[in-house]
T-cell receptor
Framework: LAKTTQPISMDSYEGQEVNITCSHNNIATNDYITWYQQFPSQGPRFIIQGYKTKVTNEVASLFIPADRKSSTLSLPRVSLSDTAVYYCLVGDTGFQKLVFGTGTRLLVSP | GAVVSQHPSRVICKSGTSVKIECRSLDFQATTMFWYRQFPKQSLMLMATSNEGSKATYEQGVEKDKFLINHASLTLSTLTVTSAHPEDSSFYIC???????????????FGPGTRLTVL
């Protein structure tokens, strides 16, 4: 499983766009990039997954450059309820074990 | 999406007692479930992979005799913390993958977690 590196924490204000970048230099050809969100005292929740270019859903967008050695989770117009820890994980679709890195603790202020 | 439940959500026990935590997949069958432990302000740490009908696979450094895992059915896995001590106090989370046919991505569904406090 490829190792990932993310900023430990980020601060933002309500209404701003937040971009969290994850580095995964050793990503393999079959690996996908997946992001999870975790609120305090809750289990993680799947946000988005992608392989290359751009993926968008109702919650976020995921930007993946051509070399796939990094990815950026973009949260449009964050609100206070987006305060959480965001984890970037890398692995192939067949993999089952999830190895969580340190995650990025996002704090959204009024 | 699929739902995974855990019971209990919180448990407080005395040192030396054993505690059982249940993890259920409510609307799908899961041949494989996973157990994680999370200490305050830290990331999730995978403890073991629970396989229906067979022995669990433990991660390095996790004592299999202390953390007993049983996966007796396709919807239920249990984690028993035996002879619990204060250092076992943590947030225990389970997860399961819903192996839908043709699913191209690997989304795992997590339970809400169980807060264990050992006095």
């Amino acid at each position: 499983l490829a190792k990932t590196t993310q900023p430990i924490s980020m601060d933002s204000y309500e209404g701003q766009e937040v971009n969290i970048t994850c580095s995964h230099n050793n990503i393999a050809t079959n690996d996908y990039i997946t992001w999870y969100q975790q609120f305090p005292s809750q289990g993680p929740r799947f946000i988005i997954q992608g392989y290359k270019t751009k993926v968008t859903n109702e919650v976020a967008s995921l930007f993946i450059p051509a070399d796939r050695k990094s990815s950026t989770l973009s949260l449009p117009r964050v609100s206070l309820s987006d305060t959480a820890v965001y984890y970037c994980l890398v692995g192939d679709t067949g993999f089952q074990k999830l190895v969580f890195g340190t995650g990025t603790r996002l704090l959204v202020s009024p | 999406g699929a739902v995974v439940s855990q019971h209990p959500s919180r448990v407080i026990c005395k040192s030396g007692t054993s505690v059982k935590i249940e993890c259920r997949s409510l609307d799908f069958q899961a041949t494989t479930m996973f157990w994680y432990r999370q200490f305050p302000k830290q990331s999730l740490m995978l403890m073991a992979t629970s396989n229906e009908g067979s022995k669990a696979t433990y991660e390095q450094g996790v004592e299999k005799d202390k953390f007993l895992i049983n996966h007796a059915s396709l919807t239920l896995s249990t984690l028993t913390v035996t002879s619990a001590h204060p250092e076992d106090s943590s947030f225990y989370i389970c997860s399961a993958r819903d192996p839908l046919p043709g699913q191209t991505y690997n989304e795992q569904f997590f339970g809400p977690g169980t807060r264990l406090t050992v006095l």
